[in-house]
């Protein structure tokens, strides 16, 4: 029998998104698929019908006998797979309700964040610095938790970008008094620096 592509709790917690505008993202994603999966039963009704009639005519017209075996085979050969498909379209169904319940739930949270006048695409492209962050805070502290401390990675990802360091700095993932190296933008002078303790080095 065919299963469900995913659970209502692999939704929930597993699929990817730390943030709720990432969630969404996501769970919209995943619903655009299940839509385009519940247009095929349609198709799949049309094309046997049409097999099923060719077939009828073939016999009709009394074509050859091998020209009626061949469509017959094609006919059974659909047939042979209906009820295992069709129970599969009956449970995309109920996936489809589920993700319409938690995109609901998600709209709840989200919207009240939500920039006057953007699209979820837009909100979705400003969270890309949260959604960054609080991975790569949860990577480090997993990592901690594990090991006591996090690997060269994923403090290297931390200080990708001002954001990330500032954040973990702030919570005491990152020690307040570690500082960036910095360098120099013009190609012809090779510098390095590290600034001094009241300096605001987390700007571009």
């Not at 995943?30 to 519940?38: N, T, V, Y």
């Not at 247009?39 to 046997?48: P, Q, S, V, Y």
């Amino acid at each position: 029998m065919a299963s469900k592509y995913n659970s209502e709790f692999n939704y929930r917690f597993l699929v990817e998104g730390e943030t709720i505008w990432a969630k969404i993202k996501t769970l919209q994603g995943f619903l655009e698929g299940r839509i385009r999966a519940k247009g095929l039963e349609e198709i799949g009704k049309l094309k046997l019908e049409a097999k099923r009639e060719e077939l009828e005519d073939a016999e009709i017209k009394n074509l050859p006998s091998w020209t009626v075996k061949k469509l017959r085979v094609e006919v059974m050969e659909a047939e042979n797979w209906l009820a295992s498909e069709t129970d599969g379209f009956r449970k995309n169904d109920e996936e489809i309700k589920i993700l319409e319940k938690l995109l609901s739930e998600a709209f709840e949270i989200a919207e009240p964040t939500r920039i006057n006048g953007h699209s979820d695409e837009e909100m979705w492209e400003l969270n890309q610095a949260n959604e960054f962050t609080l991975r790569v805070a949860k990577d480090l502290q997993s990592e901690m938790i594990a090991n006591g401390r996090p690997s060269a990675m994923l403090v290297r990802q931390a200080m990708t970008n001002p954001h990330t360091w500032e954040a973990c700095k702030q919570i005491g993932i990152i020690p307040m008094d570690c500082h960036q190296i910095t360098g120099s933008n013009d190609p012809q002078k090779i510098t390095l620096s590290l600034p001094k303790p009241d300096e605001n080095v987390d700007k571009y």
